[in-house]
C-alpha cells in the first residue's frame, strides 16, 4: 500500500514538474505565465498525434515540446513584443487550446473526444520520472551558475541594471519563454503518453494552475518547488486512492477537501499566513526601453 | 472614434481567423456564418437561447469590468458564479415552502452575499495582505469547484437521479419565464442583468464612491495622497465584483434548471474576461459584447451536426482570437505607426 501510494505520487507528480519548472522560467524573467495550461494541453495533444503516428514515445515527447514552444512563441509575441496584458493574453491562449486540440482532433480522427488509444508498448514507462529530476537539477545549476541562468533571474528582478549591463532584456525574456513552453508541453506529452493512454479534450484538467501553484509554494525555486510538486502529487495520489473508499460507516470519503488542499496552501503561503513567498519584482510589468 | 472602432476591428480580426480555420478544416466558411446567424438569431427560440446565454455573460462582464476600474483583475467570477448558484439552490432545497415573492428574493440575495464573500476575499487579500488577486482568484476557483462539489454530492444530492445535482428547489422559488421565446429559458434574470448593468454605471460614474473606485483604479498612490482610503475601495470593488457573478446563480437555478448541476457552466466566468475587454470595462460595452458571445456560444452549437469537419469548438477558438486580437495594444499602435510612414 506504502510503496504503491509513493510509486503513484511520482507518476502523478511528473506533469507537474515539467510545467512548474516551465512556469518557473518564464516567471523568474518578470513573465506572467497562466499560459502553462494551454501550453500543457497543445503539448499534450500533439504528443499523442505522433507518438500515434511514429510508434515512438521519445519523438511524441519531442513534438509536444515543439508544440508548447510554438504557443509560447505566440504568448511570447502578445506580451514581450506587443506589450499586451500577460493575464489576458494568457487567459487568450488557455482558450484557443482548449478550442484548437479538440478541433483538431475531429480533422485528424473524426471524433471530438480523444484520440485513439496508444498501445501500452509505445508509451513510456518510468522514463518521464527520471528525465524530470534530471531536468530539476538541470535547471537549478543552469539557472545558478550560467551567465544565461544569471540574465533571466536579473530580467524579472532588474531589469534596468540588466539593460545598463548592456544585456537586452527582452532577449531574456523570450529565452525564457520558449523554454518555459517546451517544459510546459513535456508536461503535457507526460500526460498524454506516460500517465494515460490518449489524449482527451482538456486532459489537463487544471494542472497547468496546479504547477503555478506549486512554483508559488516553492518561492520560484528549483528545488523546492519540485518539491512543491511532490507534495501536491501526493494529494493527489491519496485523493485518487481514497475515492470511493468508506472509512468510516457506510459514507465514501468525501476527497473534496484533499483536492482543493494545494490550492488553500498556495493563498495561505501567498499571504504570508504560513511561511512567506514573494514574487519576481519586476513579475507582470512589460519593459520598455526609454 | 477609435475607442469604438478597435473592439469592432479586433471582432472582425477573431472572426476572420476564425472563419479561416473552418476552412481549413474542409467547410465553406460562408456556410458555416450562415449556420452561426441563423441558430443564433434563426427563430424565436434560438434568439431566447442566446438570450439565455447573453444573461450570465453580463453578469460576469460586469463582476470583472467593476474590478478592472478599481484597477483589479478579477479572474475568480467562476468560483464566485459557482457559490452564487450554489447557496440560491441551497436556500432554495432547504426551505421548499416559501411562498413566491419572498422565495426568490431570499435566494437570490442568498446568491449575491455568497458572491460578495467569495469576491472580497481575494480583495481583502490584496488590500491587507498584499498578495495578488490574480494567483488568489485562480485558487478559489478550484476551492469553489471542489466546495459545490461537496456539498451537491454529500448534504443535498437529489436521490432521485444518478446526475450530480442537488434537490429541486420549492415551486414558489422559480421566477416567471417569458413565452415569447418559444419556451427558450428567458427568465426574469435577463431585465435584472440590464438594471445591475445601469445601477454599476450610476454608481461607478455618478456616486462619490465610483469616482473613489476609479481613482483607485488609475493611479493608486495619487489616490492615497488625496485621502482615499485604498483598502476599503479594494475590498468592497471586489465583494460587488463577487456579488454580480453570484447573480448568475438567479437565472440558472430559479430561472431555469430550478436546482444546482455541477459543471453547469460553460465556463461563463472566463468568457466574462473577454466580454468586459471587449466591452471596454463600460457597462453599455458589457452587454452589447455579452450578446454578441452569446450569440457565438449558440450559433457554434449547431455546427456539430449541420457541418462535417468542424464543431462547437470552434465557439472557444473564436472567442480566444477575439481576447488576443483585444488585448494587444501594442498592435494598434505598431499598425498605426506603419500607416503614419
Given at each position: 500500500m506504502t510503496s504503491q501510494l509513493l510509486a503513484s505520487t511520482l507518476r502523478v507528480s511528473t506533469p507537474l514538474i515539467f510545467a512548474a519548472l516551465g512556469g518557473m522560467f518564464s516567471e523568474r524573467s518578470g513573465v506572467v505565465n497562466i499560459a502553462l495550461e494551454g501550453m500543457m494541453l497543445?503539448?499534450?495533444?500533439?504528443?499523442?498525434?505522433?507518438?500515434?503516428?511514429?510508434?515512438?514515445?521519445?519523438?511524441?515527447?519531442?513534438?509536444?515540446?515543439?508544440?508548447?514552444?510554438?504557443?509560447?512563441?505566440?504568448?511570447?509575441?502578445?506580451?514581450?513584443?506587443?506589450?499586451?496584458?500577460?493575464?489576458?493574453?494568457?487567459?487568450?491562449?488557455?482558450?484557443?487550446?482548449?478550442?484548437?486540440?479538440?478541433?483538431?482532433?475531429?480533422?485528424?480522427?473524426?471524433?471530438?473526444?480523444?484520440?485513439?488509444?496508444?498501445?501500452?508498448?509505445e508509451r513510456f514507462q518510468t522514463a518521464p520520472i527520471y528525465l524530470g529530476w534530471i531536468l530539476v537539477t538541470i535547471c537549478f545549476l543552469w539557472l545558478k551558475y550560467t551567465p544565461t541562468g544569471l540574465w533571466v533571474s536579473f530580467a524579472g528582478e532588474h531589469p534596468e541594471a540588466l539593460d545598463a549591463a548592456g544585456v537586452r532584456v527582452n532577449r531574456a525574456r523570450w529565452i525564457a519563454v520558449l523554454v518555459s513552453g517546451a517544459l510546459a508541453g513535456l508536461g503535457g506529452a507526460s500526460l498524454s503518453i506516460f500517465l494515460s493512454s490518449s489524449f482527451s479534450r482538456n486532459m489537463t484538467a487544471g494542472r497547468g494552475f496546479m504547477a503555478l501553484a506549486a512554483l508559488i509554494f516553492g518561492k520560484w525555486r528549483p528545488l523546492p518547488t519540485a518539491l512543491a510538486c511532490l507534495l501536491f502529487g501526493f494529494a493527489d495520489a491519496v485523493q485518487i486512492r481514497l475515492q470511493g473508499v468508506a472509512l468510516w460507516g457506510e459514507e465514501p470519503v468525501p476527497v473534496q477537501f484533499i483536492q482543493i488542499l494545494p490550492y488553500l496552501v498556495t493563498i495561505l503561503v501567498l499571504a504570508g499566513f504560513v511561511g512567506r513567498s514573494r514574487p519576481p519584482k519586476a513579475l507582470g510589468t512589460p519593459f520598455q526601453k526609454e | 472614434m477609435r475607442k469604438f472602432l478597435q473592439p469592432v476591428l479586433a471582432v472582425l480580426v477573431g472572426l476572420g481567423l476564425g472563419l479561416g480555420f473552418t476552412w481549413i478544416a474542409g467547410e465553406n466558411p460562408w456556410c458555416v456564418v450562415q449556420i452561426l446567424g441563423k441558430s443564433a438569431f434563426g427563430s424565436g427560440y434560438d434568439f431566447g437561447m442566446t438570450l439565455f446565454y447573453t444573461t450570465p455573460l453580463i453578469f460576469t462582464g460586469l463582476a470583472v469590468a467593476v474590478a478592472f476600474q478599481a484597477g483589479l483583475f478579477n479572474i475568480?467570477?467562476?468560483?464566485?458564479?459557482?457559490?452564487?448558484?450554489?447557496?440560491?439552490?441551497?436556500?432554495?432545497?432547504?426551505?421548499?415552502?416559501?411562498?413566491?415573492?419572498?422565495?426568490?428574493?431570499?435566494?437570490?440575495?442568498?446568491?449575491?452575499?455568497?458572491?460578495?464573500?467569495?469576491?472580497?476575499?481575494?480583495?481583502?487579500?490584496?488590500?491587507?495582505?498584499?498578495?495578488?488577486?490574480?494567483?488568489?482568484?485562480?485558487?478559489?476557483?478550484?476551492?469553489?469547484?471542489?466546495?459545490?462539489?461537496?456539498?451537491?454530492?454529500?448534504?443535498?444530492?437529489?436521490?432521485?437521479?444518478?446526475?450530480?445535482?442537488?434537490?429541486?428547489?420549492?415551486?414558489?422559488?422559480?421566477?416567471?419565464q417569458f413565452g415569447m421565446f418559444g419556451g427558450a429559458p428567458v427568465s426574469t434574470a435577463l431585465p435584472l442583468a440590464i438594471m445591475a448593468a445601469v445601477l454599476v454605471w450610476i454608481l461607478l460614474w455618478q456616486t462619490a464612491i465610483g469616482y473613489e473606485m476609479r481613482a483607485v483604479g488609475q493611479n493608486e498612490s495619487a489616490a492615497r495622497v488625496a485621502g482615499i482610503d485604498a483598502s476599503k475601495i479594494r475590498i468592497l470593488a471586489m465583494a460587488m465584483a463577487g456579488g454580480l457573478a453570484g447573480l448568475v446563480g438567479v437565472g440558472e437555478v430559479l430561472g431555469n434548471a430550478g436546482k444546482f448541476r455541477l459543471g453547469f457552466s460553460p465556463e461563463y466566468g472566463f468568457i466574462g474576461i473577454a466580454v468586459a475587454l471587449l466591452g471596454r470595462n463600460q457597462p453599455v460595452g458589457v452587454v452589447a459584447a455579452a450578446l454578441l458571445f452569446g450569440a457565438l456560444h449558440k450559433g457554434t452549437a449547431n455546427l456539430d451536426l449541420e457541418t462535417e469537419h468542424v464543431t462547437r469548438d470552434v465557439s472557444l477558438i473564436l472567442q480566444a482570437l477575439i481576447i488576443l486580437s483585444v488585448s494587444a495594444e501594442g498592435l494598434w499602435s505598431w499598425m498605426k505607426r506603419r500607416g503614419d510612414s
Open positions: 497543445v503539448g499534450a495533444f500533439a504528443a499523442a498525434v505522433v507518438t500515434l503516428i511514429t510508434h515512438s514515445p521519445w519523438a511524441g515527447s519531442v513534438c509536444g515540446m515543439v508544440a508548447g514552444l510554438a504557443f509560447a512563441a505566440l504568448y511570447g509575441l502578445f506580451v514581450i513584443r506587443l506589450r499586451a496584458d500577460q493575464i489576458v493574453a494568457g487567459v487568450g491562449i488557455n482558450m484557443l487550446a482548449a478550442g484548437l486540440t479538440p478541433f483538431l482532433c475531429k480533422i485528424l480522427y473524426d471524433v471530438t473526444g480523444s484520440t485513439p488509444s496508444i498501445p501500452i508498448g | 475568480g467570477a467562476e468560483g464566485q458564479l459557482t457559490l452564487g448558484a450554489l447557496a440560491a439552490a441551497a436556500v432554495g432545497a432547504l426551505f421548499r415552502r416559501l411562498p413566491w415573492p419572498v422565495a426568490p428574493l431570499l435566494a437570490g440575495l442568498a446568491a449575491l452575499l455568497t458572491g460578495s464573500v467569495w469576491g472580497a476575499i481575494p480583495g481583502w487579500l490584496r488590500a491587507k495582505r498584499g498578495s495578488h488577486e490574480v494567483i488568489n482568484t485562480i485558487m478559489l476557483n478550484f476551492i469553489a469547484a471542489g466546495l459545490a462539489s461537496y456539498v451537491t454530492l454529500y448534504l443535498l444530492k437529489n436521490p432521485d437521479t444518478q446526475n450530480p445535482e442537488t434537490r429541486a428547489i420549492g415551486r414558489g422559488f422559480l421566477i416567471h
